[in-house]
């Protein structure tokens, strides 16, 4: 069964750092494209960033260009969200997702690609 399970969020001064960590098990190899989305409170769940199974594509949403960086260890099966500079509207429960239907390059901005997700991790961002 594959499980996946993010952490490293918190609270945090706009301006500040977080990294988030995302374990995905129950899979014998890291052939998935893998991705995390985000949702405030009253909104609905948005795209942040995604990447492909070779790590060669990784698009972002316009509101964390240049600020967060996605990044993979596939031999710990591990994915991560590095976020710099954050303001207080990136407060919002953070989501890992993998696509095990993935081709090598894709990465998809689309949620309803993801079949498996993570319970999710909280960053909260004060002013």
């Known amino acids: 069964q594959v499980q996946l399970v993010e952490s490293g969020g918190g609270l945090v001064q706009a301006g500040g750092s977080l990294r988030l960590s995302c374990s995905v098990s129950?899979?014998?190899?890291?052939?998935?494209?893998a991705a995390w989305f985000r949702q405030a409170p009253g909104e609905e769940r948005e795209f942040v960033a995604a990447?492909?199974?070779?790590?060669?594509?990784?698009p972002y949403a316009a509101s964390v260009q240049g600020r967060f960086t996605i990044s993979r260890d596939n031999d710990k099966k591990m994915v991560y969200l590095e976020m710099n500079n954050l303001k207080p509207e990136d407060t919002a429960i953070y989501y890992c997702?993998?696509?095990?239907?993935?081709?090598?390059?894709?990465?998809?901005?689309?949620?309803?690609?993801?079949?498996?997700w993570g319970q999710g991790t909280q960053v909260t961002v004060s002013s």
């Open positions: 990447i492909s199974r070779n790590g060669a594509n990784t």
């Open positions: 997702a993998i696509d095990i239907s993935a081709i090598l390059f894709t990465a998809s901005m689309t949620s309803n690609a993801y079949e498996y």
């Open positions: 129950g899979r014998a190899s890291a052939r998935y494209a």
